[in-house]
């Protein structure tokens, strides 16, 4: 099976930190995402990436970064942590680029910004 | 306004009854439709997809798709304790397009 691991399951930090959370697929998948999820707002899209060194911008990427140095690993970086950043954070991964393709997730990061 | 609309629940049905879901979209261009279920502390799986209109069954689950009126559906038929979850319904326009989700119907199902 596919394993989508994230650094951090639970994570605090204080108002202006940078914030660093880590994803590693082990399935060779060339599509890497991160994801907010937010009650009542859903899943939304941060940043995506379908090759290494490649990187997209998703719906909400403002205040974030990433990066993808190798291709099993996605880092999201909180450049200013801010407390409207406070969320669950979750990365996925997918082989290829079909209409119906599958996403894989990791369990998620619940990040608090105090 | 969101691109695809979902009741958040929670959803409440008592083990065995039919679990009935939808979700609504505003883009005419999607064609490809996909139910992804969440456990509590847990990340999405995916359940089921279907392309375009029509049903799509595999074995208590059941997809449908309504273009014509942009409905999703999800049923769940003898539901169980097992079930009980976070529904999310999520649609994309092609395999260029970013999949957009729903925000998730909670579903309880008690013994």
């Known amino acids: 099976d596919v394993k989508v691991t994230q650094s951090s399951r639970y994570l605090v930090k204080r108002t202006g930190e940078k914030v660093f959370l880590e994803c590693v697929q082990d399935m060779d998948h060339e599509n890497m995402f991160w994801y907010r999820q937010d009650p009542g707002l859903g899943l939304r899209l941060i940043y995506f990436?379908?090759?290494?060194?490649?990187?997209e911008k998703g719906d909400i990427p403002e205040g974030y970064s990433v990066s993808r140095e190798k291709k099993e690993r996605f880092s999201l970086i909180l450049e200013s942590a801010s407390t409207n950043q406070t969320s669950m954070y979750l990365c996925a991964s997918s082989l290829g680029r079909t209409g119906n393709e599958k996403l894989f997730f990791g369990s998620g990061t619940q990040l608090s910004v105090l | 306004q969101k691109e695809v609309e979902q009741d958040p629940g929670p959803l409440s049905v008592p083990e065995g009854a039919i679990v009935s879901l939808n979700c609504t979209y505003s883009n005419s261009a999607f064609q490809y439709f996909m139910w992804y279920r969440q456990y509590s502390r847990k990340g999405p799986e995916l359940l089921m997809y279907t392309y375009s209109s029509g049903n799509k069954e595999d074995g208590r689950f059941t997809a449908q798709v309504d273009k014509s009126s942009k409905y999703i559906s999800l049923f769940i038929r003898d539901s169980q304790p097992s079930d009980s979850a976070t529904y999310l319904c999520?649609?994309?326009?092609?395999?260029?397009?970013?999949?957009?989700f729903g925000a998730g119907t909670q579903v309880v199902v008690t013994p």
């Open positions: 999520a649609t994309r326009t092609d395999s260029w397009g970013k999949l957009q």
């Open positions: 990436s379908y090759d290494v060194k490649m990187k």
